[in-house]
C-alpha cells in the first residue's frame, strides 16, 4: 500500500479550455491570412497543429510535420516577421496546410453541430 492518499477525481475537465484554445488559433490563422501576416499565421498553425496532434494518425503527424518545419523556416528571418508580404508559394502552403487541420478537428468530432438554442448543448451534452 502507498502512503500517497487518493484524490477525488475533479467533475471538471479541460475540454472546453481544450476548445476555446483551438478556436483562438482558427481565429487568428484567419486574421493573419487576411492581412498576409506569414510569420503570424505560420505560429498559429503550429499552435493548431500541437493542440490537434493527438488527434491525427501516426502517418499523418509523421506526414505533416516536416510541412510544418518548412512553413517555420520559410518565416524564420527576422525581414519575414515584420512585414505583411507573402509570397504566392508559401500562401498556399499555408492554406493547404491550415485546411488539413480543420479536417483533422471536423473528423475529430471538435466542430459542434448547429443548434438554434446553445443551452440544450450545454444541458444534454451536445446529443
Known amino acids: 500500500m502507498s502512503d500517497i492518499p487518493s484524490r477525488e477525481v475533479g467533475e471538471f475537465n479541460s475540454a472546453v479550455e481544450y476548445l476555446i484554445r483551438i478556436n483562438e488559433a482558427f481565429r487568428l490563422c484567419g486574421d493573419a ?39 517555420m523556416d520559410s518565416t524564420s528571418n527576422v525581414k519575414a516577421r515584420f512585414t505583411n508580404k507573402i509570397n504566392e508559394d508559401l500562401y498556399w502552403r499555408c492554406f493547404t496546410f491550415e ?14 453541430k448547429f443548434k438554434a438554442d446553445a443551452s440544450s448543448v450545454l444541458m444534454d451534452g451536445g446529443r
Open 33 to 71: 491570412s487576411a492581412s498576409m501576416n506569414s510569420y503570424l499565421w505560420v505560429q498559429a498553425l503550429s499552435v493548431l497543429f500541437r493542440e490537434l496532434s493527438t488527434k491525427m494518425s501516426k502517418d499523418e503527424l509523421s506526414n505533416m510535420l516536416p510541412e510544418l518545419r518548412g512553413l
Open 99 to 112: 485546411l488539413f487541420l480543420r479536417r483533422v478537428y471536423k473528423e475529430a468530432g471538435l466542430e459542434m
